[in-house]
């Protein structure tokens, strides 16, 4: 792993290309509804015991790392989207999206929403979950 010397974010290659961000994770949510807020601290609960899980600041977006990033989250107006990858695609009603990821050509990116606390269920942790796996090989 290395970590960029300015944001403090760490990656798989050394010098690998990214925007360094000098925001704080209070920042990112800045103007964001609670319950986008709230959402975001299930997430957070959700995977606490996952070990390693590094969870650092990017531009507008939350980044969950463990060998590398298997989780991006975004609060946006009304919503929180939480995207992981995976190795395969993945068909199931409880993702908002599931589609080819468009920077890397051997990954797929998957995609669930969350309108607010307590709309995050034991299946999506699991499906989280396999991001996390992936992530970690």
């Not at 970590?3 to 974010?9: L, V």
């Not at 601290?41 to 996952?50: F, G, Q, Y």
């Not at 990033?69 to 999206?97: C, D, G, N, Y």
Request: charged share 25%; with cysteine.
């Amino acid at each position: 792993m290395w970590t960029c010397p300015k944001c403090q974010r760490p990656f798989r290659r050394p010098d690998q290309w990214h925007i360094c961000s000098e925001k704080t994770i209070d920042e990112i949510f800045a103007g964001k509804p609670d319950e986008v807020v709230m959402a975001f601290d299930d997430v957070l609960l959700a995977t606490a015991d996952w070990e390693p899980n590094l969870i650092t600041p990017a531009r507008r977006a939350i980044m969950f790392t463990n060998k590398r990033a298997w989780m991006v989250v975004r609060p946006m107006t009304k919503v929180l989207e939480l995207s992981f990858f995976t190795q395969e695609v993945i068909h199931s009603p409880l993702l908002h999206r599931s589609a080819p990821d468009s920077m890397g050509k051997t990954k797929f990116r998957h995609s669930i929403r969350l309108g607010g606390p307590g709309e995050l269920t034991t299946e999506q942790i699991d499906l989280l979950r396999l991001g996390y796996d992936y992530g970690n090989r």
